[in-house]
């Protein structure tokens, strides 16, 4: 048996419970406080560090009786967070293990405060933890560490979904998932669902097998000058097209890109924005919140209208390095694009939707510029 001591985000009860996977009444826990520490709040993560600090004290919990197995579910989940643990004395005299950052040299932002990161990044995190926890024995914590940043989008997806503005006119029926199974993950997920669901007559289905991708959600926006009368456009190589024998692997899009955790889609619009086209957009008009395709996939849009600057010499060659984007950006006029619409030639959903919202708007953004 053995006792830790808890200064971070494990302090948040529903997190503790996944994690230890045991509930809270099941724990003896108490608060508790180790002496000349204090926890800083990380400047590259939402997430605190204990820092040495002379005549400080850092305040916590301290879990006693610990198992063996749940000794082992902690170190793989901080094991992804770089973090190993190492014996201390509390300020009442009692020793307990504890989690240090493995790099001491980590960039610190001030004091870490509980409250506040539980408002910001608490249900998210709690979202986040189980799919780690669900990897348990199946798979090492540095393989989950790599998947980390797309297992969070998946998190704050889910917590977007909570916040939906659709289904005003839908049938609020009830859904009975019978068994859930992670059949892939990677940068993506596939899940296998068996499931009753309500009919329109009141009565309950048949249990049902069905697969559904579980994708991130993401913003996507059509930069658009209403004083030149032009909009731009992305072209890279995309995946969809591959797998399905399309003859066009390079395709025409608005900029488009995951949310990241943290991130409203309004401020992912913008990032990508800087990302894929170096381009600022100057101001976000909202056009859509849409579902790519409901009857197998996760994957949700927030598409925008972007106003910016583009002249001729607004084009070029972008994207991140690091994630191996190759992306180019054309400029063409409003009437080019309709055409392309008119023509089938624009085999970009959010593109379609994007300039048929701009269609009807086009006169009043134009006036008003």
């Known amino acids: 048996m053995t006792n830790l001591f808890f200064y971070g985000s494990l302090q948040h009860?529903?997190?503790?419970?996944?994690?230890?996977?045991?509930?809270?009444?099941d724990l003896d826990v108490t608060d508790a406080a180790l002496p000349d520490h204090t926890v800083m709040a990380v400047t590259d993560g939402p997430y605190p560090t204990l820092v040495a600090q002379k005549g400080s004290v850092a305040s916590g919990i301290v879990v006693r009786g610990l198992t063996a197995e749940q000794i082992a579910r902690l170190d793989f989940y901080e094991g992804g967070f770089e973090f190993d643990l190492r014996h201390v004395t509390l300020s009442d005299g009692q020793g307990a293990q504890v989690y240090f950052a493995a790099n001491a040299e980590l960039a610190t932002d001030g004091a870490w405060s509980l409250a506040s990161w539980q408002a910001r990044w608490g249900t998210m995190t709690v979202i986040a933890a189980r799919e780690v926890m669900g990897y348990f024995g199946e798979r090492d914590a540095a393989d989950v560490a790599?998947?980390?940043?797309?297992?969070?989008?998946?998190?704050?997806?889910?917590?977007?979904?909570?916040?939906?503005?659709?289904?005003?006119?839908?049938?609020?029926?009830?859904?009975?998932?019978?068994d859930r199974t992670r059949v892939y993950a990677n940068f993506f997920a596939f899940d296998e669902v068996t499931l009753r669901h309500e009919r329109f007559s009141g009565s309950m289905s048949e249990p049902l097998l069905r697969g559904v991708f579980i994708a991130t959600?993401?913003?996507?926006?059509?930069?658009?000058?209403?004083?030149?009368?032009?909009?731009?456009?992305?072209e890279q190589i995309r995946l969809g097209p591959l797998g399905r024998g399309d003859r066009s692997l390079w395709q025409l899009e608005p900029i488009a890109g995951r949310i990241d955790a943290g991130e409203t889609p309004e401020q992912a619009a913008l990032r990508e924005a800087q990302e894929e086209a170096d381009?600022?957009?100057?101001?976000?008009?909202?056009?859509?919140?849409?579902?790519?395709?409901?009857?197998?996939a996760t994957e949700f849009h927030y598409i925008y209208v972007g106003i910016a600057d583009l002249p001729d010499s607004a084009t070029g060659v972008s994207g991140k390095a690091d994630e191996a984007e190759d992306i180019r950006s054309h400029i063409i006029s409003f009437d080019r694009l309709m055409q392309m619409v008119d023509d089938l030639q624009a085999a970009n959903a959010p593109l379609v939707v994007a300039a048929l919202w701009l269609a009807r708007?086009?006169?009043?953004?134009?006036?008003?510029a």
């Open 146 to 178: 790599r998947m980390f940043p797309m297992i969070r989008a998946r998190a704050v997806a889910q917590v977007n979904a909570g916040q939906s503005k659709h289904g005003a006119l839908t049938t609020p029926g009830t859904v009975e998932i019978l």
């Open 13 to 25: 009860v529903p997190l503790l419970e996944v994690v230890l996977g045991a509930p809270f009444a």
């Open 217 to 234: 959600d993401a913003a996507i926006v059509l930069p658009y000058d209403p004083v030149r009368d032009r909009v731009m456009l992305v």
């Open 279 to 296: 381009l600022t957009v100057t101001q976000l008009l909202p056009v859509a919140e849409t579902y790519a395709s409901p009857g197998n």
């Open 361 to 368: 708007h086009r006169h009043r953004l134009r006036n008003r």
